[in-house]
């Protein structure tokens, strides 16, 4: 029983939320349990255990190759499906056309989710004892009949899709299902009817590897009368132990029970999860998308947001979601790219971002639009109608605009219709004003189409057009945000919202702009342009016959509603992609703007928001929260903490734990699990040349990329992105720069943190900044410090002893 004991021993120190196991090919092994790497084995029993281990595979096999031939065979239906629906093009009649369309959207979608293929198609395996109930809608008992018999009463395979034989019998569960639960549940304190959870490992057709664990160590199961075999020592560490890409892999065949109960918790209201570095957030997240498009297809098709805050970080993630079948339905966008057509391209410093992301923004920039009419407009109105020169002066116009404006919330160019219809007025009532009073009905009806033709004449003048244009220009958000260029305007219209020396930071993060405001922005700014959007609305076509916008208001407050109904009749305003569900990635740095950016793009969602508030980099959570508690109003709101690190080895955790001392003191590290008996490396520059730090930082990389066998990278303070860039130029794609922002939520087999004073000292959030840095790496560790580190003897910075 060799194999056996293996995985007993390593069944028995998992803990409820964890699995970990004894050891793995690499070298890593449990830390978070405590059981010990068994000695070296002799020769027969490892003979044994490979006999043991090719029978196993060679029985999944069968399974497997059954599960093949069941796919093909409905390969060959949906194919005929198909065919059958082209014919019936013919027929014509209305019901056959619907059901046709009908046949050919469920065939194509069974078509393409049969033909995608992926690694470890059919991945898990459960042996269950006998239930002590029948299922209930498709949900199995979790309680045994007798928790101490040890036979095996059902076995269940679990896949990415669900595969039905001829007589509906399962012979794969979607990993989904609620009879796959067990699989990701089940722990040794809390086996349930779980004898035996098995990973199976395949390659397209073939299964190259099976890893089990024992979740009841105190039997010994049986199945079909023969002992259960147990192979391997647990999938978890197979998984962890694996190099890594530039690219994040499904963890489907190895979620922990507490990330499980995010992926399957409710959708309604919003879920919130918190966990430090590594807990598997950003995995959880992308599979609670499967998930929920599992549930309900038809609510979430299409609908199902995932905002991620580099765009770094989506080509990370963005291959997750087909590698479960799921493509197309989630949109994964980086928070500078939701607006359309805007990318986001440059950084702000932490000063301006932090101006930049302040809900202050809102006034700044409703007072910004306002000023944005009036820049250049003119200051008198002439036309020449009936014979007379009507003019109306400066203080005229004044009023007229302040009247346009009302006290509502319209967005301004909306209120162009209703500028020209007030001028107009305002420039009959200068034609009228020496003429009697009409005294009679007749009379007044006569002066009415007086009116109406003045009107027509007038709008149609060239004079009157040019004036209008230039008195109520179509705005745009980039034109308006580009008036903030000149920080003696900023400090003219929005003294009171900010102060002169932020005027002056946010003038000059926008100096390289263009008058119409063309030219790169910053994720802020993007926010920025969102709300703009918001205040100013789409430009109504030039020459379309406008309609007056609020004459068809109920009342000014109802803008939105308003514009929700008109857009199709009338000019056309601001359109916003809704969506049903929003999953929000590392939200501890999104600030108050950018809370109301997606916001507005989920006024009717459910919510999953993600995030650890020790890794910000926004140095005002309370301000970030009160956004954050308006865009959720009154959604019930759900909670779970991950409390598992499963990136870092404990070594690594271990330093990392240091500096969130510092960074938020009070919160507790996450248990690492696993570790590799390697420490993290200190080294240090004894010279203050940038030549020769770099020489350093070069030469760990060249250590550490023969070291490991995937990804490595360097992280930097961002102001030294440029130098680092050339450090790994000519090393391979294996290595990267990075600027500390940009690591979030990344990682590598080995990172080198290059000046972590440097990077603490970047801004109020640094440290924790810093705390993001140290935590990237899958397997080693250097911290490379400068004389500003003041590195002891060890190299061991001042922050990390
Ligand atoms: N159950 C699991 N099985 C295998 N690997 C896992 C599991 N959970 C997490 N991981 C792995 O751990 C690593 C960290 O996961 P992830 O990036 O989702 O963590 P995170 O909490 O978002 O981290 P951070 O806060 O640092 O961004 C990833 O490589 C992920 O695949």
Redesign the pocket.
Known sequence: MGAHGTAQQHAAATTAGTAATTADGDGTSSAAGAAARPGPASAAPAAAAEGLREREIAGEQQHLDTVYHRLDEKLAEAEYVLEDAAKRVQVGTPGALAERDAQVYRAGAHLHRLNSEFEDFLFGRIDLQQADAPEEHGIPSFTPLDAADPRVAQSLHIGRLGVLDAEYGPLVIDWRAPAAAPFYRATPLEPGRVLRRRVIRSKGRKVVGVEDDLLRPDLTPTLDGRELAVVGDGA?MA??GRA?SHT??D?VS???KE?DEVIRAPAAGATLVT??????????ALHRAAFLLYQDRRRYAGGILVVSPTPLLVSYTEGVLPSLGEEGQVAIRAVGSLVDGIEAERYDTPETARIKGSARMVQLLRHTARAALEIGAPTELKVVARGEVLRLDAGRLRAVRGNVVGGGGTPLNLLRARARRLLLDALWSELVKHLPRPSDHYAREQRQEEKESFDEYVSDEAPFLDFLDAWWPALTPRRVLATLRQSRHTNRIARRVVSPEEARLLAASWRHLGERGEGALSAHDVALVDELQLLLGEPARPKSREVDAVDLLTGLDEVTTYADRSSSRRERVVERTEYAHVIVD?AQDLTPMQWRMIGRRSRTATWTIVG?PA?SSWPFPQEAQAALDEVLAGKPRRRHT?TVN??NPAEIADVAAKVLALAAPGTPSPSAVRSTGVLPRFAAVASADPAAFGQAARAELVRLLGEVDGTVAVVVPMERRAEAAGWIEGLGARAVALGSLEA??L?YDATVVADPTGIAGESEAGLRVLY?AL?RA?QRLTVLSGLDDLPDAEGVPALLR
């Open positions: 978890l998984s962890l890594r994040m892999r963890i190895s979620i922990q990330q966990g430090g570095p590594g807990t598997g957030k950003t995995a959880v590392e650890d890794q991950l499963y990136r979030k939520g990682e993001v935590t899958t």
